[in-house]
């Protein structure tokens, strides 16, 4: 992926071995993560709106680690005094991105009673293999209260 040396492979594969098991993290959106450099081209593909426009979705590529670059950011209400939405960054784990993050195929329900749940087409790498594989991240985004939770499945 990317010219990834061996090396750099390596030393990514043993630092994904001494993690736990992932646990898919949202936080703040940050300047490592979130800026505008960082979302994936096509812009137009990597892009997404709901719930009438009030929520978008957009991939981010932060280029390394390679085989983990990938963040999703989530631009969605409650609005703030100046009427901006919040801006969330749901990861793998922490900093640790996905190996990729599609659009394409994403499928979106709402239940009034959690808000809406959004299915992202993934992958993330499986260092016991040294392989990559296909997972769904599933977002869910409650605008009234501003809870946004992530689980990979």
Not at 61 to 69: G, Q
Not at 117 to 127: D, E, G, M
Not at 129 to 139: D, H, I, M, P, R
Request: aromatic share 6%; glycine share 8%.
């Amino acid at each position: 992926m990317r010219g990834l040396s061996h090396v750099a492979c390596a030393a990514l594969a043993l630092g994904l071995l001494g993690q736990a098991a992932a646990a898919e993290t949202v936080q703040p959106c940050d300047d490592a993560r979130s800026n505008a450099w960082n979302i994936a081209e096509p812009w137009d593909a990597n892009t997404r709106f709901f719930a009438n426009g009030a929520v978008r979705l957009t991939v981010m590529d932060t280029v390394e680690p390679a085989a983990a670059a990938f963040h999703l950011l989530v631009l969605s209400p409650p609005l703030d005094e100046l009427e901006g939405r919040q801006c969330r960054v749901v990861s793998l784990d922490g900093a640790t991105g996905f190996a990729s993050l599609s659009l394409t195929g994403t499928a979106a329900t709402y239940d009034p009673t959690k808000g809406l749940t959004i299915s992202v087409p993934a992958k993330r790498y499986l260092p016991d293999t040294g392989e990559f594989g296909a997972a769904t991240l599933v977002v869910t985004i409650n605008q009234s209260t501003g809870a946004i939770s992530a689980q990979l499945d």
